[in-house]
């Protein structure tokens, strides 16, 4: 309390400061990156770095609103025009499995479905990723790995568990921990509280919107304005 409560706000805050900084520098050195991709490669078991990683995670509150988000990384930067909202459409209830499963089958369809169109005609989607990270643990992982064998396509995939930080590898029964404060774990931990970050981000919207939705909307000839004015005039929408 008082002047300690004081002195510990100011020192979270620079360590804060200091933290932003260091992740700005060292996303900003090709040098850095390149390393922290070719480690990340190594730990992983992979051919060669994976120069373009895809991260999914899932956002929901209750049984509705339930959006994913699918965000990618070019050798080792965020690739933001290539990033993906999905709202979560035939899955009824809170189902966290089965909406990562709808996400990334969405996505991949849609691969199979461009990735033929003459190089001029390509669109974001008819590019694979070289490493799939799901934002969760061995019941993320098992789904995307069940969309990818079914979908007849090989692509590297493994699971980042929050609690402690564990790598989740297929065919592994125990998670992989890459030590702290490796550029291999950085490059992860990025990737997938970006992914985090826009998943909730889009949910946050979608509320807002609920919100602010009116039966009035569904109404033919009431725009904004009407809408406004007429809650203007009688006060709510039981008055009315």
Partial sequence: RGDKRRLLQ???TNAREAFT??????ASDFAARSRALSE??????????PLRIECY?????????????????????PKRSDYRRFEIKNVPGQDDFASMEEML???FLRFLKERDEPAGKRRRFAYPPALVVVDGGRGQLSVALRVLDELNLEIPAVGLAKRLEEVVLPGQPEPLRIARGSDALFVLQHVRDEA???????HR?????RAMASPLDDIPGIGPARKRALLRRFGSLQRL
């Fill in 10 to 12: 100011v020192v979270t």
């Fill in 21 to 26: 900084r260091h992740k700005l520098k060292r």
């Fill in 40 to 49: 990340l490669g190594e730990v992983l078991g992979l051919p060669e770095p």
């Fill in 57 to 77: 995670d899932v956002s929901n509150l209750g049984p509705e609103s339930k959006v994913g988000s699918m965000v990618v990384f070019e050798d080792g930067l």
């Fill in 105 to 107: 089958r969405r996505r």
């Fill in 196 to 202: 985090h970050r826009f998943a909730v981000e889009y």
């Fill in 205 to 209: 919207k979608k509320r807002e919107r």
